[in-house]
């Protein structure tokens, strides 16, 4: 068959007939016609066509599009497109029409104990079962057969894969180099080696899939060694993917390539490396409020979908999965069998929250996850793209909310990296959250049947009479129980915390210079590191100093969570314990050991005019590290801080 590029591709002659019939049929389907990437305009057989029609793939996705015709015609390649866009069906399709229909169809082995002809090499032991699931979803139509090969599981049914034969083997590349090398000295005799170990010597594909991960140190010489193991390098074609690719990766990546190797890049210099389907939030918030806040994220955000969480270590994630009703732990140290039972507990819906460690940011596809939490930036901005890249797959939008502990962490090089430009929002108000449980109560209460109502009205009517409330009230209240919120506690919008509230210092303009930093010993022992002679913490030292005259005793200062300074160095955001809040806005007594240099300060600059306000509901302010602090109420409306700030004990 004859393509309008002017490629021939070897079908048969009934498929050709079919081709011609089928080509009719859409000849008549102006929208078909329309769309460039339609299957039809690829040269895909049919048996694969329709195994990809039964998976609902009518067309292409750009990066595949773009990529099948370079991958069938023989170059090797490197490819890149963002997170959920398809990139695995961008190196099996043209591998498997190649071994089927054509280049690779003659050259390839055949029968029992074939050696495989395709090597696909993935970073973790989960992404290896997923992409080996997509094989073998083509597999059987085509007839071919795949194989997975990956630690923690036993080796015996993967040798006995092997020796049957197999086209296309699908692995990590710890369990990969172990059955490639070691596997062969267990065993003296020659046959059983060439059967029982991994023969890599007639290949014709391998593929290095989230390759900047597996050519990560410690990865690339296992790597390295499996490549190796082709007979001639210059008959196998190699094709590498990712969302990310950093330099040093394309360096790497470059010896197992050859030279006149394509590229195709999606992302390029585009600003934004990230998934632009998602929608990316930071939010303020301590480590020790994430579980009691991680609820009401999910509950705000998720859409009632699933939601991935992930941390930082594998102890935080077994112990959030702990705290948090109804999730399970995913992370390296967890049983391979447990693992598998997990994650297809996840994909199944058994439960909806899962809580991991990078073992699942990478390549995994699952279905309907609406919500991805970072609890807190990740080291790199790869892992920030790819985690955040679990949601908003395949044209779906989803949501990843980052939290920031505004004291310890910051994502400002995430943010530059990445491109991504973060909404800023605070934690759900435990109220809105009982707001929406109220709603959900109220339509349970419709839902009971007028039958109970003779047995309830008269201690209904007993308590209408006997209470000062009105019966719309007393509902209120009936609603709070069903909704399981009688106690309503507040957060502070910035560090979200419970029986904190938010306060913003303003002092009117810079208090502060590095050249009064050495003239007082009393505030020396209080710097911070922030930034040369403006540090948050000495914000509100002067500034409460000097609104009142009266001091604020370090043990306060060291109190307040939080800290961070208004970019225009004339203030800082912080949160004080609600019970303090009262003496924050009052100021505290000057002590009698307060030294004279102390108020030298405030000779120096009581010309300021400093004013605290709490902020209680939504504020924007841009603080020292260029973030742009905004809280917002669940619902997304910004408001302006300056019309609901409350200004108090001025
Ligand atoms: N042409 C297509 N039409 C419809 N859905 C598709 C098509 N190609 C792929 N998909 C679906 O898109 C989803 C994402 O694909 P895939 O996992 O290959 O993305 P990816 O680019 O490899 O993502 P990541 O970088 O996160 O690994 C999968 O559910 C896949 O089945």
Same mark, same amino acid.
């Not at 023989?74 to 591998?95: C, E, H, N, W, Y």
């Not at 003659?106 to 973790?124: E, N, Q």
């Not at 908003?392 to 090089?413: E, Q």
């Given at each position: 068959?004859?393509?309008?590029?002017?490629?021939?591709?070897?079908? $048969?002659?009934?498929?050709?007939?079919?081709?011609?019939?089928?080509?009719?049929?859409?000849?008549?389907?102006?929208?078909?016609?329309?769309?460039?990437?339609?299957?039809?305009?690829?040269?895909?057989?049919?048996?694969?066509?329709?195994?990809?029609?039964?998976?609902?793939?009518?067309?292409?996705?750009?990066?595949?599009?773009?990529?099948?015709?370079?991958?069938?015609?023989?170059? !090797?390649?490197?490819?890149?497109?963002?997170? @959920?866009?398809?990139?695995?069906?961008?190196?099996?399709?043209?591998?498997?029409?190649?071994?089927?229909? @054509?280049?690779?169809?003659?050259?390839? #082995?055949?029968?029992?104990?074939?050696?495989?002809?395709?090597?696909?090499?993935?970073?973790?032991?989960?992404?290896?079962?997923?992409?080996?699931?997509?094989?073998?979803?083509?597999?059987?139509?085509?007839?071919?057969? %795949? %194989?997975?090969?990956?630690?923690?599981?036993?080796?015996?049914?993967?040798?006995?894969?092997?020796?049957?034969?197999?086209?296309?083997?699908?692995?990590?590349?710890?369990?990969?180099?172990?059955?490639?090398?070691?596997?062969?000295? #267990?065993?003296?005799?020659?046959?059983?080696?060439?059967?029982?170990?991994?023969?890599?010597?007639?290949? #014709?594909?391998?593929?290095?899939?989230?390759?900047?991960?597996?050519?990560?140190?410690?990865?690339?010489? !296992?790597?390295?060694?499996?490549? &190796?193991?082709?007979?001639?390098?210059?008959?196998?074609?190699?094709?590498?993917?990712?969302?990310?690719?950093?330099?040093?990766?394309?360096?790497?990546?470059? #010896?197992?390539?050859?030279?006149?190797?394509?590229?195709?890049?999606?992302?390029?210099?585009?600003?934004?490396?990230? $998934?632009?389907?998602?929608?990316?939030?930071?939010?303020?918030?301590?480590? $020790?409020?994430?579980?009691?806040?991680?609820?009401?994220?999910?509950? %705000?955000?998720?859409?009632?979908?699933?939601?991935?969480?992930?941390?930082?270590?594998?102890?935080?994630?077994?112990?959030?999965? &702990?705290?948090?009703?109804?999730?399970?732990?995913?992370?390296?140290?967890?049983?391979?069998?447990?693992?598998?039972?997990?994650?297809?507990?996840?994909?199944?819906?058994?439960?909806?929250?899962?809580?991991?460690?990078?073992?699942?940011?990478?390549?995994?596809?699952?279905?309907?996850?609406?919500?991805?939490?970072?609890?807190?930036?990740?080291?790199?901005?790869?892992?920030?793209?790819?985690?955040?890249?679990?949601?908003?797959?395949?044209?779906?939008?989803?949501?990843?909310?980052?939290?920031?502990?505004?004291?310890?962490?910051?994502?400002?090089?995430?943010?530059?990296?990445? @491109?991504?430009?973060?909404?800023h929002m605070s934690a759900p108000q435990p109220a809105d959250i009982a707001k929406v449980a109220g709603a959900?109560?109220?339509?349970?209460?419709?839902?009971?049947?007028?039958?109970?109502?003779?047995?309830?009205?008269?201690?209904?009517?007993?308590?209408?009479?006997?209470?000062?409330?009105?019966?719309?009230?007393?509902?209120?209240?009936?609603?709070?129980?069903?909704?399981?919120?009688?106690?309503?506690?507040?957060?502070?919008?910035?560090?979200?915390?419970?029986?904190?509230?938010?306060?913003?210092?303003?002092?009117?303009?810079?208090?502060?210079?590095?050249?009064?930093?050495?003239?007082?010993?009393?505030i020396d022992t209080i710097t911070d590191t922030k930034r040369q002679g403006y540090t948050a913490r000495m914000?509100?030292?002067?500034?409460?100093?000097?609104?009142?005259?009266?001091?604020?005793?370090?043990?306060?200062?060291?109190?307040?969570?939080?800290?961070?300074?208004?970019?225009?160095?004339?203030?800082?955001?912080?949160?004080?314990?609600?019970?303090?809040? !009262?003496?924050?806005?009052?100021?505290?007594?000057?002590?009698?050991?307060?030294?004279?240099?102390?108020?030298?300060?405030?000779?120096?600059?009581?010309?300021?005019?400093?004013?605290?306000?709490?902020?209680?509901?939504?504020?924007?302010?841009?603080?020292?590290?260029?973030?742009?602090?905004?809280?917002?109420?669940?619902?997304?409306?910004?408001?302006?801080?300056?019309?609901?700030?409350?200004?108090?004990?001025?």
């Open positions: 068959m004859q393509f309008g590029d002017g490629r021939a591709h070897e079908f $048969s002659e009934e498929e050709e007939e079919e081709e011609e019939e089928e080509k009719m049929r859409f000849d008549n389907d102006s929208e078909r016609e329309e769309d460039p990437n339609a299957l039809t305009k690829f040269r895909i057989s049919k048996a694969l066509r329709e195994t990809l029609k039964d998976k609902g793939i009518e067309s292409l996705f750009p990066i595949q599009a773009m990529t099948f015709n370079t991958i069938l015609d023989g170059s !090797d390649l490197v490819g890149r497109a963002r997170t @959920g866009q398809g990139k695995t069906l961008a190196f099996m399709l043209p591998i498997l029409e190649s071994l089927t229909n @054509g280049p690779a169809k003659t050259s390839r #082995k055949t029968g029992y104990g074939r050696p495989p002809s395709v090597l696909v090499l993935l970073p973790t032991r989960e992404l290896a079962t997923q992409v080996f699931s997509d094989f073998e979803i083509y597999d059987g139509s085509l007839g071919l057969k %795949c %194989c997975c090969l990956y630690g923690g599981s036993p080796y015996q049914p993967q040798q006995i894969q092997l020796k049957r034969g197999a086209d296309i083997v699908v692995g990590t590349p710890g369990r990969i180099k172990h059955v490639a090398t070691y596997g062969a000295c #267990k065993l003296d005799v020659q046959d059983h080696i060439d059967r029982q170990t991994i023969d890599l010597s007639a290949l #014709k594909f391998r593929v290095l899939d989230e390759a900047d991960e597996m050519l990560r140190m410690g990865f690339v010489e !296992d790597v390295e060694l499996i490549l &190796g193991k082709v007979e001639d390098a210059s008959r196998v074609q190699t094709l590498l993917f990712s969302a990310t690719l950093p330099e040093w990766v394309k360096h790497i990546a470059a #010896k197992f390539l050859k030279q006149d190797k394509k590229t195709t890049d999606l992302v390029g210099n585009e600003k934004m490396k990230a $998934s632009t389907n998602v929608r990316h939030i930071v939010l303020p918030c301590s480590g $020790s409020a994430r579980s009691q806040i991680i609820p009401d994220i999910i509950h %705000c955000y998720s859409s009632g979908g699933r939601t991935i969480i992930f941390t930082e270590t594998k102890d935080s994630a077994s112990t959030l999965a &702990g705290l948090l009703p109804g999730a399970r732990a995913l992370h390296g140290d967890i049983q391979q069998a447990t693992r598998e039972v997990t994650l297809s507990g996840f994909r199944s819906g058994k439960f909806s929250t899962l809580v991991a460690t990078n073992v699942a940011a990478r390549g995994l596809d699952i279905d309907d996850v609406q919500l991805i939490i970072q609890c807190e930036p990740p080291r790199d901005v790869e892992a920030y793209i790819h985690r955040s890249g679990r949601t908003g797959r395949a044209g779906k939008t989803g949501i990843a909310v980052m939290l920031y502990d505004p004291r310890k962490s910051n994502f400002s090089k995430i943010e530059r990296e990445s @491109g991504v430009k973060f909404e959900e109560a109220a339509e349970k209460i419709a839902e009971i049947s007028d039958r109970v109502i003779p047995v309830f009205k008269d201690v209904a009517e007993e308590l209408v009479k006997s209470s000062v409330l009105s019966p719309a009230e007393l509902l209120a209240k009936a609603l709070a129980k069903i909704a399981g919120y009688t106690e309503i506690k507040s957060r502070s919008l910035l560090t979200s915390m419970e029986n904190y509230v938010t306060v913003l210092l303003e002092c009117g303009k810079p208090i502060y210079t590095p050249s009064m930093l050495n003239s007082s010993r009393g914000v509100v030292w002067i500034g409460l100093f000097v609104k009142s005259d009266k001091f604020l005793p370090e043990e306060k200062v060291e109190s307040i969570r939080g800290l961070s300074l208004t970019a225009d160095g004339k203030g800082a955001v912080f949160d004080v314990a609600t019970e303090d809040l !009262d003496q924050f806005i009052a100021g505290y007594p000057v002590e009698e050991e307060a030294g004279e240099e102390d108020f030298q300060i405030g000779g120096m600059i009581d010309s300021l005019e400093v004013v605290v306000v709490v902020v209680e509901e939504v504020a924007r302010i841009t603080t020292v590290d260029g973030e742009a602090f905004s809280i917002s109420l669940p619902d997304q409306t910004l408001l302006n801080l300056s019309k609901i700030w409350h200004v108090r004990g001025i």
